[in-house]
Each structure stands twice: as structure tokens, then as C-alpha cells.
């Protein structure tokens, strides 16, 4: 899994299993959280957020989870395809706000093997 | 509806030496901002701009300036170059920054290597 502060680590997985990608967060505070998708030569892409009144946010074959209690966050990847091959970050953030400063974790490595 | 667009994609620059970087965000979006992705030290906050102000900056030296138009356009300077700045910067836009549902967008970045 992924904790802001870490090397990144890497998962690996064949295709068409379940992937998932922990984060740990730091600030108890924080309550909206981002995972992005980074491809090699791209920038981060928009995954999919939850609020933190949500445990649980469902979108197209991803799924995120919320546990505030111990500050954990993680992200389901249902029938992973190589094109899922990524980095991949949470983000956690305070809402609302004046400022819109996003803290991003060091990201989690996702090996996806035809 | 076109995506964040940041322009040069590609810099190689040798020390002592300045450049800036032009970012144009998503139509519509008023909030920009800027980031430093590194191996070491991952995607660092750097400014982000708000209807040409800047409301939040990171802790960066003095090196590292921008700026945002009255379009919302951005571009940032960095000044007196060193080697340590190599890196992806990446630029990325927003909504209505602070609030829910508005992620930010980014673009593919410039990469920039001092020599």
C-alpha cells in the first residue's frame, strides 16, 4: 500500500483479477479524497473522490473506500486490463475552504500482466 | 472540451539560466495551479492562482514566480536555474476550487532538464 512519505511501491497483478491500492492519510481533518491516474508521459487523470460523510463511492469497474476511523482509504480496481498500468495517487484535501491545496500521496505503482 | 494544454513540452537548459512555462486551462475554469513532480519528492505543491492573484503558495524559494491572466491563462518563471530543478511540472486547473466535486485537472507537463 501507499503512505505519504514512502517509496512508492509497486503492485502487481494479472489481468483480469482485482486490483487494490491502499492509502493511508494523515490529516484527521481532511475530508474529501481524489484518486488520480498517472500514465507514463501524462499527467494525472481524475479517478473518481468521496466525501467523507461516505464510506463507500461506486464509478466504472473502480471503487473506493473510506475508513476515517483509521484513516485509511483504498481503491478497487475490478477486472484489471494492462491498460490500467499506472501510478496511482490519493489525494485528501479540506472542504470547503478558501484555498484548494490537495496533499498527494507518493503514489503506488499498478504492474498489470497480460 | 479541450483539456488543460502546457507548453513547452519538452526544455533543456543549462544553469544560471531562466525560463517560464505556459499553461492554459480547461474554458471556464478560473483556478490554476502548479506543481513539481520529482522521483524523489513526488508532486509538490508549488502556487495556485485565482482570478490573476495568487492565493496559496508552497514552500519554494523565491526562484519560482508565476503569474495568471485576466483569461486565466498561467505561466510560471523560474529564475537562476539549478540543477535540483529538473523535474515534471505539471499544471493543473479547477472549477471552484474549495469546494466538493471539483477535482483538479491537469495537464501532460513540461519536462524540464538544467544541464
Known amino acids: 500500500g501507499e503512505s505519504v512519505g514512502l517509496h512508492l511501491p509497486t503492485l502487481s497483478v494479472q489481468e483480469g483479477d482485482n486490483s487494490i491500492i491502499n492509502c493511508a492519510y494523515s490529516?484527521?481533518?481532511?475530508?474529501?479524497f481524489i484518486w488520480y491516474k498517472q500514465e507514463s508521459g501524462k499527467g494525472p487523470q481524475f479517478i473518481i473522490d468521496?466525501?467523507?460523510?461516505?464510506d463507500k463511492r461506486q464509478g466504472q469497474r473502480v471503487t473506493v473506500l473510506l475508513n476515517k476511523t483509521v484513516k485509511h482509504l483504498s481503491l478497487q480496481i475490478a477486472a484489471t486490463q494492462p491498460g490500467d498500468s499506472a501510478v496511482y495517487f490519493c489525494?485528501?484535501?479540506?472542504?470547503?475552504?478558501?484555498?484548494?491545496?490537495?496533499?498527494f500521496g507518493r503514489g503506488t505503482s499498478l504492474i498489470v500482466h497480460p | 472540451k479541450a483539456g488543460v494544454t502546457q507548453t513547452p513540452r519538452y526544455l533543456i537548459k543549462t544553469r544560471g539560466q531562466q525560463v517560464t512555462l505556459s499553461c492554459s486551462p480547461i474554458s471556464g475554469h478560473r483556478s490554476v495551479s502548479w506543481y513539481q513532480q520529482t522521483p524523489g519528492q513526488g508532486l509538490q505543491f508549488l502556487f495556485e492562482?485565482?482570478?490573476?492573484?495568487?492565493?496559496n503558495k508552497g514552500n519554494f524559494p523565491g526562484r519560482f514566480s508565476g503569474r495568471q491572466f485576466s483569461n486565466s491563462r498561467s505561466e510560471m518563471n523560474v529564475s537562476t536555474l539549478e540543477l535540483g530543478d529538473s523535474a515534471l511540472y505539471l499544471c493543473?486547473?479547477?472549477?471552484?476550487?474549495?469546494?466538493?466535486?471539483?477535482?483538479?485537472?491537469f495537464g501532460n507537463g513540461t519536462r524540464l532538464t538544467v544541464t
Open positions: 468521496i466525501r467523507s460523510n461516505m
Open positions: 492562482y485565482f482570478s490573476e492573484t495568487q492565493r
Open positions: 490529516n484527521s481533518a481532511s475530508d474529501y
Open positions: 489525494a485528501e484535501n479540506i472542504v470547503p475552504g478558501g484555498s484548494y491545496i490537495p496533499t
Open positions: 493543473a486547473s479547477s472549477s471552484t476550487p474549495g469546494h466538493y466535486n471539483s477535482p483538479l485537472h
